[in-house]
């Protein structure tokens, strides 16, 4: 589940036309720690994580939507979609999404 999480930041890093340096930049995470990171060769910190999804302008949805695969849905759809739901049924969206992911497909 870790280097899906990462494998799914860092192309999303490079569909957006970010170089590892510019992220470093954007995000206040040191150029190496960065690479090294995107490489497996160490762990990525929470913080670091958050300081990563806001430099590239991206939540955790889509970083889990990345991670599923999901590519027939923008950015937009998404978020409309969400703002139609309940605080509730946002969370109950989220935690059937998270079922569905694990379970295997035939």
Same mark, same amino acid.
């Given at each position: 589940m870790y280097s899906e999480l990462v494998i799914a930041l860092k192309e999303r890093r490079i569909r957006s036309g970010?170089?590892?340096?510019?992220?470093?930049?954007?995000?206040? *995470?040191? %150029?190496r720690a960065l690479r090294d990171v995107e490489q497996?060769?160490? /762990?990525?910190?929470?913080?670091? %994580?958050?300081a990563i999804i806001r430099a590239l302008g991206i939540t955790d949805l889509d970083v889990s939507l990345d991670m599923m695969g999901v590519n027939d849905? /923008?950015?937009g759809e998404v978020v409309a *979609?969400?703002?139609l739901l309940s605080p509730q049924g946002r969370k109950l969206l989220i935690e059937f999404i998270?079922?569905? %992911?694990?379970k295997p497909v035939n």
């Open positions: 970010v170089t590892i340096k510019a992220l470093s930049a954007k995000s206040g *995470i040191n %150029y497996l060769k160490r /762990d990525l910190k929470m913080g670091e %994580y958050r849905m /923008d950015e *979609i969400l703002r998270a079922s569905e %992911y694990k």
